[in-house]
Nanobody, 123 residues
């Protein structure tokens, strides 16, 4: 059973960089055919896909967040991480990590998600 767990600060000041880590258990992040994503949900809004890192380390970003976002991984720890720079109160959201399935160039969300972590941007 694959499990994902987000970790990071619950409160970040405006203009700072938000750093989140997702620890994966029950499966390797290097397993072929899978990718690992970050998704967020601001209060009162829908889910927003942010970034993905595939099993081979290749990365893809949401165009609207690309300039501020970086996704990376540590295969020795079976973790992947997100950094979001220059945060504003509009970045306040519940942040989720999740597994996706790669089929050629198509990406579809899998059933394995973390519980989500609330991040508030406020001074």
């Amino acid at each position: 059973q694959v499990q994902l767990q987000e970790s990071g600060p619950g409160l970040v000041k405006p203009s700072q960089t938000l750093s989140l880590t997702c620890t994966v258990s029950g499966g390797s992040i290097s397993t072929s055919g899978y990718a690992w994503t970050w998704i967020r949900q601001p209060p009162g809004k829908g889910l927003e896909w942010m970034a993905v890192i595939a099993f081979d380390g290749s990365t893809y970003y949401s165009p609207s967040l690309k300039s501020r976002t970086s996704i990376s991984r540590d295969t020795s720890k079976n973790q992947f991480s997100l950094q979001l720079s220059s945060v504003t109160p509009e970045d306040t959201a519940v942040y989720y990590c999740a597994r996706a399935v790669l089929a050629g160039v198509a990406l579809s969300m899998d059933d394995y998600w973390g519980q989500g972590t609330q991040v508030t941007v406020s001074s």
